[in-house]
């Protein structure tokens, strides 16, 4: 005897999908970061690209007196006395060219249009590309000009709050934050919790950074970490505080934001519109005192304490 097909009663789930519009995002890039040390620094702008750093030249010569109502008529004499060589930062650029095939964005823009967000993408990898090179630059990075002087290491291996407040004493004028891993950042919060001190919070532009003496520690995924080490810097920034500033250039053809430009660089012959992204950029150090940096922190200890952190 045949089989009778069974009856459906209702419209089912996949056919009625097919009438409905299905909500879309913009595509989400997983690389994105807050980037936070581009908000915090000062941003110089530096018109001719070029950025000169003039520094006093052997400041203890300067010669000043206290004197007593009799040797008023003794007065030392004295100048100050600038470098000769002062070092010059010249703007760098990270730049690409982001390439758009008219076919597509004339046919595929809606609801999201195109070459927008080809180019929002595009320019939040070069952010992020920026916030590496203001860290790992062999030339003008963070860590490329930390004075030797400037450079510690820890006392145990992981990051204590002895060794933070040894970072303390090298950046004591003004020090406006840690810059760390976020694996840092825990390995000292587990220290410092440890030894019954667990750090405070502090919220900035609506996130919570824990606090040591007071001072942020500001995460960024930039900072290196190899072989289970990592680095734990200290600065103090603006120009006024004879800090750490960052540079850019203002005034670019086609800006969108300080140092960044989009420009059309037109349509080829196999219909693809091409965009020409740079975002002029450096970093400058004015005094050396401005910036200390903690090396060789171990932050893989997560197993040393595993009946208080299982």
């Known amino acids: 005897m045949a089989k009778t097909a069974p009856t459906q009663s209702a419209l089912g789930d996949n056919a009625a999908r097919q009438l409905a519009n299905a909500t879309k995002t913009v595509p989400q890039l997983s690389i994105i ?4 040390l581009t908000h915090l620094l000062q941003w110089v702008p530096v018109e001719a690209g070029i950025y000169r750093v003039n520094q006093v030249r052997n400041p203890e010569s300067i010669k000043v007196t206290c004197t007593s109502r009799e040797e008023e008529n003794q007065l030392p004499r004295t100048f100050v006395d600038y470098e000769e060589n002062p070092r010059e930062h010249y703007l ?4 690409t060219v982001l390439d758009v095939h008219t076919r597509i964005s004339d046919l595929y823009s809606s609801p999201h249009d195109q070459i ?3 180019l929002r993408l595009t320019i939040e990898t070069i952010k992020e590309n920026q916030e590496s090179e203001l860290i790992n630059n062999p030339d003008y990075g963070l860590l490329a000009q930390v004075d030797e002087e400037q450079r510690i290491f820890p006392l145990t291996g992981a990051p204590t709050p002895d060794d933070l407040d040894e970072l303390l004493t090298r950046v004591w004028k003004e020090p406006a934050f840690f810059l760390a891993h976020p694996l840092a950042i825990a390995a000292f919060g587990r220290e410092a919790t440890r030894r019954g001190t667990p750090p405070p919070t502090v919220s900035l532009f609506g996130s919570q950074f824990i606090t040591w ?14 072989d289970g ?4 810097i200290l600065l103090r920034v603006g120009d006024k505080r004879q800090g750490v ?6 005034g670019l053809a086609g800006e969108q934001s300080p140092g960044l430009s989009v420009r059309f660089m037109g349509i080829n012959n196999q219909a693809i519109a091409s965009y020409l992204i740079s975002l002029y950029c450096s970093l400058a150090v004015l005094t050396p005192d ?21």
């Open 290 to 310: 401005a910036l200390a940096v903690l090396d060789d922190v171990e932050v893989n200890k997560y197993h040393d304490y595993p009946d208080t952190y299982r």
């Open 92 to 95: 760098n650029a990270v730049s």
């Open 116 to 118: 927008k967000e080809q």
């Open 33 to 36: 970061t807050p980037r936070w």
């Open 213 to 226: 003496r007071g001072i942020p520690l500001i995460p960024s995924n930039k900072v290196p970490v190899a």
């Open 245 to 250: 500033v960052g540079l850019y250039q203002p």
């Open 229 to 232: 080490k990592s680095k734990i």
